[in-house]
């Protein structure tokens, strides 16, 4: 009886050859490598790659002096000086009567 389970277990191997440490990396630059894998399966791999192989472009600003709140102040302060305490900014409504068709 143990020779006839030993005879059905059968031995699955790893098609990529990966490791047991391999990362997600690795994996994804296997798949992309692999000449017999479709080329759709492939390119959605080498997509997933990408983001590990260039960096990604980002900008990163850093505010010196004065918090942000300070600023907005500063800045509300300089527009009621130039243009009053207006609350339409120193415009004027100049209201027409409309025309009938």
Sequence with gaps: MRKLLDDEVE??????GLSPEST???FHEKVWRHPGL????????GIALLQFLYPKLAVVG?????????RL???IARAKAVNGDAPNGGMKL???PLRRL
């Design 24 to 26: 997600l990396m690795d």
């Design 94 to 96: 100049i209201a027409k």
């Design 62 to 70: 850093n505010v010196t002096g004065p918090d942000m709140a300070e």
């Design 38 to 45: 479709p080329i759709s399966t492939r390119q959605r791999s």
């Design 11 to 16: 031995v699955i191997r790893d098609p990529l």
């Design 73 to 75: 102040d500063r800045a």
